[in-house]
């Protein structure tokens, strides 16, 4: 064979072998994630008269994260993110609705929706109940990192219910985020709206639906992962 003829069938020999090579290789890194999460088994915890708080159990998935969201008679209610607990706000007293949830992972994979769970609110009692409970004290944030503020405060006090059936919701500029909602309990997550300066307020609510004025905190947060 001539020199010329033995660099081009080597030259032609190493472009098809880059060319086996790309065509194994390609396949396996354009591949993504396509199992959806298992669906979660749903419960509900607590019913009031506005609100209902459920608990699911975890989707077990091949990625590393999985996500839910609630749906209400079908809708799209609360993002729960990666917690497996939530309470949807805003009910009707006295109204029957059809409880769902569904797992997402990251690679936007939809499991199939949980049981059903029918609720009814409870009927209303604010008639004969009209006072809204104390303004939550000394309420404080936390950079939790990753646009996360822990929110901390002391617990508010009403002249029917006890401490433990308190609602507190909370508001990052101006708009509710159900998924930090709480009842009973005195530190919750939120998370921050935009980068840099946001005002978390918080409100506490009885069983009634009185609500209270407003405690508030504002914090600088940066470097948000949602």
């Known amino acids: ?10 030259v032609m020999g190493t472009v098809a072998s880059i060319g086996a090579t790309l ?11 396509r199992r959806p999460p298992r669906a979660p088994v749903l ?6 008269t506005t609100h209902a708080s459920l608990k699911w159990t975890a989707s077990s998935d091949d990625g590393a994260y999985v996500f839910y969201q609630v749906f209400v008679n079908g809708n799209a209610s609360v993002w729960a993110g990666a917690n497996t607990s939530a309470t949807v706000t805003g009910l009707v007293p006295a109204t029957t609705y059809v409880l769902t949830i569904r797992a997402r ?16 609110t409870k009927p209303s ?22 646009g996360e503020a822990w929110l901390r405060w002391e617990a ?18 101006g708009v509710l985020r159900p998924e930090s909602t709480v009842i ?16 978390f307020e918080l409100y506490a609510v009885d069983t009634a639906g009185n609500r209270s004025l407003p405690a508030a905190v504002t914090m600088e947060l940066t470097g948000l992962c949602q």
Do not use: H
């Open 1 to 10: 064979m001539q020199p010329l003829a033995r660099r081009l069938a080597f």
């Open 23 to 33: 065509l194994v290789v390609l396949p396996l890194s354009a591949a993504r994630d």
């Open 43 to 48: 419960s509900v915890t607590e019913i009031g």
């Open 105 to 120: 992972d990251n690679g936007s994979n939809w499991s199939a929706s949980s049981n059903a769970v029918s609720v009814t």
């Open 125 to 146: 009692t604010k008639g004969s109940d009209a006072s809204a409970p104390s303004t939550p004290a000394n309420l404080s944030g936390f950079d939790g990192g990753c």
């Open 156 to 173: 508010s006090t009403d002249n029917v219910d006890p401490p433990l059936a308190i609602r507190y919701d909370v508001y990052v500029n």
């Open 184 to 199: 009973g309990g005195t530190s919750t997550v939120a998370y921050a709206a935009v980068e840099g300066s946001n005002m």
